[in-house]
C-alpha cells in the first residue's frame, strides 16, 4: 500500500470517527492525592517541583493542599532528590512522598494509597522531522531517559524483548531529556505525558504516538508508619473518583498542556491495522448511532442485522467497554473466547479471558482513553487463562454524550503474534548479516550481490566496490589454480567448503582467513546462490607460531629445545642408515657457569648464554643443529661425517676444538670482561639401532669425563665408562630389592682391651646377594651414600646392632660388651636422625651405654654447631661416640675439644707401616698423646701383627682392633674369640 493512500485512509478513519464519536457523551476521571507533617518534593514537573521561587508546586502539591486544609493538616515541604526522598521515608524523616510509582520491590519498604492519585503514562518525544512512528523505529536510536527511574527500567526491558539495539542515554532530569534531543545527543526523548503535554513544544519537539508504561502514580509513607494520613488521602480521593468533589478536576484542568499530536506508525502491518480501525469503528459507530435512532430508521431490523453480520466477520476483536471496563457490546470473534457466547462476556470485565497481570495492563491503557479522552495506538501482549500468549496492536478511543462526558470506550485490537515473529525473524537475520564474521552472497557466477559491513572490513574493499565482483579479487597468489578448482569441485559435488585461505586485502597485506562457503539451491536442485563467511585467523595463526616456539624452541636463546633436538637425531638416524653417512653427537657445558650465577645473578648468566649460542652457530655448518638442552648445557649435533669412525672422529674433533677456542675467548657482561671455559663430550653414531636416549647418555657421560680430566677440553665417549655407569644403576636397583627383601646382615669384629680382652666389637655391614653371594661394603657403600639410600639402610644397621645388644644383655659373659656402630655424614645430619635414635632404643630396650656411633671427621666439615647439638642430646642420654678414621681428614682442635667425644680411632693407614715409616709411628704417638691430653680413650684399628699391637702399647694405644684378633664375622663367632683372647699371653 503506498504511503499516500495510507495517509489518505488514515484522514479518512480520522473524520468518519471524530463525524460521529463527537455527538457521544463525556465523563470526569478523577484521581488521588495526599496530607502531611513532611513531604519530600523532588523534580518532576508538572507533578512535583520546586519552582523558581523556591516553593513546592505542581499537581500533587495541589492535591496534598486539598487534603491538609480539610483535615487540618499543617504541610511542611522538604526539597530532596528522589533517591534522598525515599531514604528518608524508609528511615522516617519524611512522612509522605507524593508522585511514586509502585512497584514490588518498593512495597517491600513502604505502604502507599489503595489507588493511584495520579493516572500516568510515558510517551516518547521526537522532532517533527524525525521518522519514529512505532517503537520498531527505535531500532538503532539515541533515546534519552531519566537514570534510576521504573520508566527508564522498563523501557529497557521492552528493548530486550523486541531485540533492538537502542542506546540510553541517561539524564538527570525530563528537561534534560529533551535537551539531549534539541542539541542532538539523542533522536527521541521519553518523559511522563504530563511533563511532555507541558514542556515538549518549547523545546521543538511532538508526541511520536508511542505509549509506553500505562500505569499511576500514588502516595507513599514508611512502612507501617502512618496508616492514618494514607487513609484520609484515600477517603478524599474515593470522593473525587465518584464525582462528588470537583476541585480534583479543576486542578488536573489548571495543570493541563497543550495537547501533543498524534501519529500512525509506518509500517505496512500499522497501517493495515489502522485501516481496518477505520472502517470497522466507522461501521461501529452508526450501527450505535442508528440503535439510538431506531425510531427515525424505515428499516431498523435489517439494518442492525447488517452491522452486525459486517462487525462479526471482522477479524480482529471488535468491542465497547463502559466506564467500570464491562464489555458492553463484542463481535463474534471475540466472543468466541468464551464457550457459552454472547451471555458469558456482555457485562464482565477482561478477567474472565485473561491473567491478573494482562487485566492490570489493560486496565491502565483503558483508564487512558476513559478518564484523559486520549485516543491511544499500543501493543499489548496478552496471557489467555489457558497460557497462551498473543501480541495486539490495539487502537482504543472515547465515546462520548451529547454534553461531552465520556461513557465508555471502542476498541479494535488486531493480532499481529504472527508478523512480529516474522518482524524479530527478519531482524535476527539482519543482526547476524552485521555481525563480527564477515558475510557475503554471491549469485551462481560467484559475482557478489551483498557484503556485510565486516567483510569490507577485513578485505579494504568498501561493499559497494565490493558487488559485482568475484572473490578472486582476494587471490594473494599464495594458492595455485589446483587448489581453487579443489574448491569448486567440492561446492559442486558436497554443497559447501571450508579451510585456510590466504588472501589480500586492498592495501596488498597477506593475511590468513578461514573460509566457509555453502551453497544454496533452488527446490529443482540449481544453484542459485553462494553464501560464504571469511574469518581472520592472523592472530590464531600467530598464536599457534608462538606457542610452536614455546614447544621447540629455548625462549632464551632461541635455539632448538631438548625436544626439537630430539626430534632432529632421529631423523639424523634415519637418514644415516639410508646413506651410510656417519654423524656426531657434542655434548657442551660450561664450566663453573654456577660460580658466576651465584655472585653475579641471573641476568648476567643469562646474556653469557646468549653469547654462548651466537659463538657456537659460528662454530657449524648450516645443515647441523645447535640446541640448548637447558641451564648451561648445549648440544651440538653433525650430520652427512664419514662413514669410517676414525675419520668421523677427526671431523667431530675439529669442530670440537674449535668450540673450545671460540667459548674460551672473553665476553663482555654488564661492561666487564669475562672469561669462562667449557668441557664438551663426543659421541659418533653411524649404528642405526642406537636410540636417541642412548646417544644423549653416551655425551652425557663424555662430558663429564672430561669435567672430571680438568675441563676445558674435550673426550670422547669411552665404552669403559658405559659400562661402569651400567653397573652402579644395576647396583642400585639391587640395594633397593635388598632393603625391601631383608638380604642385608651384620657381622661383628672384635674390639680388644690390654686388660679386659674382648670389651666389644663393631658391626659392619654385609650383603648377602642371592646371586653374588656376599658383596664387599667397598662396593655398595658409596653408591648407597651417593643415591641416597645410606638413610634407611643406617636406620637398619642402628636396630639390628640395638637388638644385637639386648641380645648379650642376657649372657654375664657379654652383658658388659659394648658395640660401635658406623653412622654417616648424610645420616646424621637428617632432620630425625636424633628422634630416630631415641625411638630404637626405647623399641628395643638397648642400653644407650653400651652403643658408641662411630663419626668421621668428614662431618665436621659442615655446621659444626649443630653436630656438637645433636651429639650432647644423645651423650645425655649415655651414648658414646667415637671419631673414626681419625688423623686421615680435617679437625680443628677448637671444636675437638668441645665435640662430647669419648674415643679417638686410628686410622689403619697408620697402624700399617707403623714398624717401618717413623712418620706414621709419630702420628701414632701424637694422636695417643692427643687423645690422653683431652681425656678420651683411643683405639686402633687394622692391627694385623703382635709387634703392631706391642709398638702400640709401647706409646699408650691400649685397646686394638684387627685381623690379629680375628676377622668380621657373625655374632656366634664372638664369644669364642674371647676365650681364645683371654688364653694369650
Known amino acids: 500500500m503506498s504511503s499516500r493512500i495510507f495517509r489518505w485512509h488514515c484522514r479518512w478513519a480520522g473524520w468518519l470517527v471524530g463525524a460521529f464519536l463527537c455527538l457521544l457523551p463525556v465523563s470526569a476521571s478523577t484521581a488521588a492525592p495526599a496530607r502531611e507533617v513532611r513531604v519530600g518534593v523532588y523534580a518532576n514537573e508538572p507533578t512535583v517541583f520546586m519552582n523558581q521561587h523556591g516553593r513546592p508546586a505542581g499537581i500533587f502539591v495541589d492535591l496534598l493542599n486539598l487534603v491538609a486544609e480539610r483535615e487540618r493538616w499543617s504541610v511542611r515541604y522538604v526539597p530532596c532528590e528522589l533517591r534522598a526522598c525515599l531514604d528518608d521515608l524508609h528511615n522516617g524523616r519524611l512522612d509522605l512522598v507524593p508522585d511514586v510509582p509502585r ?64 542506546m540510553v542515554v541517561e539524564v538527570d532530569s525530563p528537561d534534560q531529556a529533551f535537551s539531549a534531543v534539541g542539541s542532538k545527543n539523542a533522536e527521541a526523548a521519553i518523559t511522563s505525558h504530563l511533563f511532555g503535554s507541558a514542556r515538549a513544544p ?31 488521602i484515600d477517603k478524599r480521593a474515593a470522593q473525587w473518583r465518584d464525582g462528588s468533589d470537583a476541585s480534583y478536576a479543576q486542578v488536573m484542568r489548571s495543570w493541563a498542556g497543550r495537547p501533543s499530536a498524534g501519529s500512525v506508525g509506518r509500517p505496512v502491518l500499522w497501517a493495515v491495522g489502522a485501516l481496518l480501525l477505520a472502517g470497522a469503528l466507522g461501521v461501529l459507530v452508526v450501527f450505535v448511532r442508528r440503535r439510538r435512532v431506531r425510531e427515525r430508521s424505515r428499516h431498523p431490523w435489517a439494518s442492525g442485522h447488517k452491522l452486525r453480520t459486517i462487525l462479526d466477520n471482522v477479524g480482529a476483536f471488535i468491542y465497547i467497554k463502559d466506564a467500570e471496563h464491562r464489555y458492553q457490546y463484542a463481535n463474534q470473534h471475540m466472543l468466541a473466547l468464551l464457550p457459552d457466547a454472547a451471555g458469558g462476556l456482555i457485562g464482565q470485565d477482561d478477567s474472565a479471558i485473561f491473567d491478573e497481570a494482562t487485566v492490570r495492563q489493560l486496565t491502565a491503557n483503558d483508564r487512558l482513553v476513559l478518564e484523559r479522552g486520549e485516543r491511544i495506538e499500543v501493543e499489548e501482549t496478552n496471557t489467555f487463562h489457558d497460557g497462551s500468549v498473543r501480541t495486539y496492536l490495539s487502537v482504543k478511543m472515547p465515546l462520548r454524550h451529547s454534553d461531552g462526558r465520556i461513557h465508555a470506550l471502542c476498541g479494535i485490537s488486531t493480532d499481529i503474534t504472527d508478523h512480529r515473529g516474522v518482524e524479530e525473524s527478519l531482524q535476527i537475520a539482519a543482526i547476524v548479516f552485521e555481525s563480527f564474521e564477515g558475510m557475503v552472497v554471491t549469485g551462481p557466477d560467484q559475482r557478489i550481490i551483498q557484503a556485510n559491513t565486516s567483510y569490507a572490513r577485513l578485505t579494504g574493499y568498501p561493499v559497494e566496490e565490493l558487488v559485482g565482483k568475484t572473490p578472486a579479487l ?42 566457509t562457503v555453502t551453497a544454496v539451491r533452488s527446490a529443482q536442485g540449481a544453484i542459485t546462490h553462494y553464501v560464504g563467511t571469511q574469518t581472520d585467523i592472523s592472530s590464531r595463526k600467530a598464536a599457534e607460531d608462538e606457542i610452536r616456539l614455546l614447544a621447540f624452541y629455548d625462549p632464551l636463546t632461541g635455539l632448538p629445545n631438548r625436544r626439537l633436538m630430539a626430534d632432529r637425531l632421529q631423523h639424523s638416524l634415519a637418514a ?105 663430550g663426543v659421541t659418533l653414531y653411524a649404528d642405526p639401532h642406537t636410540t636417541v636416549d642412548e646417544l644423549l647418555k653416551r655425551g652425557d657421560m663424555a662430558m663429564y669425563q672430561a669435567k672430571g680430566a680438568g675441563r676445558n677440553t674435550l673426550r670422547f665417549f669411552d665404552p669403559r665408562t658405559q659400562a661402569a655407569v651400567t653397573a652402579r644403576t644395576a647396583l642400585e636397583a639391587g640395594l633397593r630389592e635388598a632393603l625391601r627383601e631383608g638380604q642385608f646382615l651384620l657381622h661383628y669384629q672384635p674390639q680388644i682391651g690390654q686388660l679386659e680382652g674382648l670389651v666389644g666389637a663393631e658391626a659392619l655391614l654385609r650383603w648377602e646377594h642371592p646371586q653374588r653371594g656376599l658383596v664387599s661394603p667397598a662396593e655398595f657403600i658409596p653408591v648407597a ?115 662430647p667425644l669419648d674415643q679417638l680411632k686410628i686410622d689403619q693407614s697408620f697402624v700399617r707401616d707403623l714398624l717401618t715409616d717413623p712418620n706414621d709411628a709419630a702420628i701414632a704417638r701424637t694422636i695417643v698423646n692427643l687423645a690422653h691430653s683431652l681425656d678420651l680413650g683411643v683405639i686402633a684399628e687394622g692391627v694385623e701383627t703382635p709387634e703392631q699391637r706391642d709398638m702400640l702399647a709401647s706409646v699408650g694405644c691400649l685397646h686394638w682392633q684387627g685381623y690379629l684378633f680375628g676377622r668380621p664375622a657373625p655374632a656366634s663367632a664372638l664369644l669364642r674369640i674371647a676365650e681364645q683372647v683371654a688364653l694369650q699371653p
Not at 499511576?216 to 492514618?228: E, F, H, M, Q, V
Not at 662454530?619 to 643443529?625: K, Y
Not at 637447558?630 to 669410517?644: N, T
Request: aromatic share 8%; charged share 20%; hydrophobic share 40%.
Open 576 to 680: 644415516s642408515a639410508r646413506t651410510g653417512t656417519g654423524g656426531a653427537l657434542l655434548f657442551v657445558d660450561m664450566d663453573n657457569f654456577k660460580d658466576l650465577n651465584d655472585t653475579q645473578g641471573h641476568e648476567i648468566g643469562d646474556q653469557l648464554l646468549c653469547q654462548v649460542a651466537a659463538r657456537l652457530g659460528g662454530c657449524v655448518r648450516n645443515g647441523d643443529t645447535v640446541a640448548r638442552l637447558g641451564g648451561d648445557e648445549f648440544v651440538l649435533l653433525l650430520e652427512g661425517l664419514s662413514a669410517l669412525p676414525h675419520e668421523a672422529a677427526s671431523q667431530a674433533e675439529m669442530v670440537g676444538r674449535k668450540v673450545l677456542h671460540a667459548l674460551g675467548q672473553s665476553y663482555q657482561l654488564g661492561g666487564h670482561a669475562h672469561h669462562s671455559s667449557c668441557s664438551i
Open 474 to 515: 582476494l587471490q594473494s597468489g599464495r594458492h595455485d589454480q589446483t587448489f581453487y578448482r579443489t574448491m569448486q569441485e567440492t561446492l559442486q559435488s558436497v554443497g559447501s567448503w571450508q579451510g585456510e585461505v590466504w588472501n589480500r586485502r586492498k592495501d596488498g597485506e597477506v593475511y590468513p582467513a578461514w573460509i
Open 103 to 166: 512497584t514490588t520491590a518498593r512495597e517491600a519498604q513502604f505502604d502507599f494509597t489503595a489507588q493511584p492519585i495520579v493516572d500516568t503514562w510515558s510517551e516518547v518525544y521526537r522532532p517533527p522531522s524525525s521518522p519514529i512512528q512505532s517503537v520498531l523505529d527505535l531500532d538503532g536510536k539515541r533515546v534519552a531517559v531519566q537514570r534510576g527511574t521504573v520508566q527508564k527500567d522498563h523501557f529497557m526491558a521492552l528493548t530486550r524483548r523486541y531485540g533492538l539495539q537502542v
Open 202 to 232: 518549547g523545546h521543538g519537539l511532538v508526541d511520536s504516538g508511542i505509549v509506553l508504561q500505562p500505569g499511576g502514580l500514588y502516595i507513599a509513607s514508611g512502612k507501617d508508619r502512618n496508616p492514618d494520613l494514607l487513609a484520609a
Open 785 to 899: 651414600e651417593a643415591c641416597g639410600l645410606i638413610v634407611p639402610l643406617g636406620a637398619w644397621i642402628l636396630r639390628a646392632a640395638c637388638l644385637q645388644l639386648v641380645e648379650w644383655a642376657r649372657n654375664p659373659a657379654s652383658a658388659h660388651w659394648t658395640l660401635a656402630v658406623n653412622v654417616s655424614a648424610l645420616q646424621f645430619r637428617h632432620p630425625h636422625f636424633v628422634e630416630d635414635v631415641v625411638e630404637v632404643l626405647k623399641s628395643t630396650g638397648a642400653n644407650p651405654v653400651r652403643l658408641k656411633l662411630e663419626l668421621t671427621e668428614s662431618l665436621l666439615l659442615d655446621d659444626v654447631e649443630d653436630i656438637i647439638r645433636r651429639m650432647t642430646t644423645l651423650r645425655a642420654l649415655g651414648v658414646r661416640f667415637s671419631l673414626d678414621d681419625f688423623g686421615t681428614g680435617y679437625s680443628s682442635l677448637s671444636y675437638l675439644k668441645r665435640l
